[in-house]
């Protein structure tokens, strides 16, 4: 079965750290770009993060630039996400997929940040 689970999120203080975690099965994940995307309440889905497969070229969001590092583990089918200097605009689910051929779209992970 084709798809993705997200962990590693949780309540946060202001300038905080998070790192997330999106654990891919069912296809060949070397093969695929991978993004991470956040939805905050009310809000639609909004880009934060991509990184090639091989891991070797990465692009953020403006919001996250300077503070979230995207990366992969090809051996572990994983893509991580540390986010660091967190605030509470950062409040959102966060969630995985690959760039092209989406598949569909994980349960996602809760990020709070808050005082």
């Known amino acids: 079965q084709v798809q993705v689970v997200e962990s590693g999120g949780g309540l946060v203080q202001p300038g905080g750290s998070l790192r997330l975690s999106c654990a891919a099965s069912?296809?060949?994940?070397?093969?695929?770009?991978m993004s991470w995307y956040r939805q905050a309440p009310g809000k639609e889905r909004e880009l934060v993060a991509t990184?090639?497969?091989?891991?070797?070229?990465?692009n953020y969001g403006d919001s996250v630039k300077g503070r979230f590092t995207i990366s992969r583990d090809n051996a572990k089918n994983t893509v991580y996400l540390q986010m660091n200097s967190l605030n509470p605009e950062d409040t959102a689910v966060y969630y995985c997929?690959?760039?092209?051929?989406?598949?569909?779209w994980g349960q996602g992970t809760q990020v709070t940040v808050s005082s």
């Open positions: 069912g296809f060949t994940f070397n093969k695929f770009s």
């Open positions: 997929n690959r760039v092209v051929a989406r598949i569909p």
């Open positions: 990184i090639a497969s091989a891991g070797g070229v990465v």
